[in-house]
């Protein structure tokens, strides 16, 4: 029997935006967002560190002012990308998180049809796949190609599932999924993290296709050879059980209260 908590519908989206030294990319993807999506929007929650730049604290700071409240912006405390996406995962405020990038390597067009497939299937994940017909990589080198496909080959095999591209860290779930499960990563592996304990857990997954694009704009923070960490994180999780997947039940309060929590 599967074990994690669902909703019943979709009601409105926090869309997460990691900040560290994006501008121009940072406001088209909010303008994309805000003509697409907009009422469907909760809040666009900014996740911005120590380490983010001056000149995209202006533009957060403009956006703000443009905005007002649809915009909330958090300094993260815990370390890394993987900190900044547990943090903002805790604040949420909309029925659904839609992670995914400032950068423009996670197309913003898709965000619209995220969101209107998690409106047919609240309580199941909608990811993004590279790797189904429609999508694509643009700026990848070949060695990267051949690696993503065979880490992405090797784990759905491991896992038992068809999913076509399971470290792409652009998607949408119910916000009470993702507050009930007890995270573990710091740095990249969590956007992989996101996807496998779900699935553990028996949690539908449904993938659209979409286009990735390198960055034009600031560097990357996940050099290459760190994602061989990913390895460690898969095969810790796949042979996890399913109860330390869950945040532990508070004393006091029942199984329905700590899976909602």
């Not at 121009?24 to 560190?49: A, G, H, N, Y």
């Not at 405020?93 to 497939?117: K, Q």
């Not at 896992?159 to 470290?167: F, P």
């Amino acid at each position: 029997m599967s074990d994690y908590p669902r909703v019943d519908r979709f009601e409105s989206a926090t869309v997460i935006l990691p900040v560290m030294n994006e501008t121009t990319s940072l406001d088209e993807t909010v303008q994309i967002l805000l003509r697409d999506v907009r009422d469907d929007m909760k809040e666009i929650l900014i996740v911005v560190c120590k380490r983010t730049t001056p000149e995209s604290m202006s533009v957060i700071k403009q956006l703000q002012e443009h905005l007002g409240d649809l915009i909330v912006v958090h300094n993260q405390t815990l370390p890394f990308l993987g900190g900044a996406m547990r943090e903002a995962f805790d604040l949420a405020r909309g029925s659904h998180v839609v992670m995914m990038a400032s950068d423009m390597e996670t197309d913003p067009n898709d965000v619209r049809v995220l969101i209107a497939e998690a409106k047919k299937n609240p309580s199941s994940i909608v990811t993004a796949s590279r790797w189904l017909k429609g999508g694509s990589f643009e700026g990848y080198s070949k060695v990267k190609l051949i690696c993503n496909w065979i880490f992405q080959r090797s784990f759905s095999l491991l896992y038992g599932t068809r999913l076509t591209d399971m470290t792409y860290a652009y998607r949408i779930f119910s916000t009470r999924l993702v507050q009930a499960i007890q995270w573990e990563e710091l740095r990249h592996p969590l956007l992989f993290e996101t996807l496998i304990k779900p699935l553990r857990l028996g949690v539908p997954v449904i993938e659209i296709p979409s286009a990735w694009k390198a960055r034009v704009e600031g560097e990357s923070q996940n050099p290459f050879f760190r994602n061989f960490a990913y390895f460690r994180t898969g095969l810790k999780t796949r042979f996890s059980s399913k109860r330390a997947i869950l945040k532990p039940v508070r004393e006091g309060a029942s199984k329905k209260d700590s899976v909602c929590a």
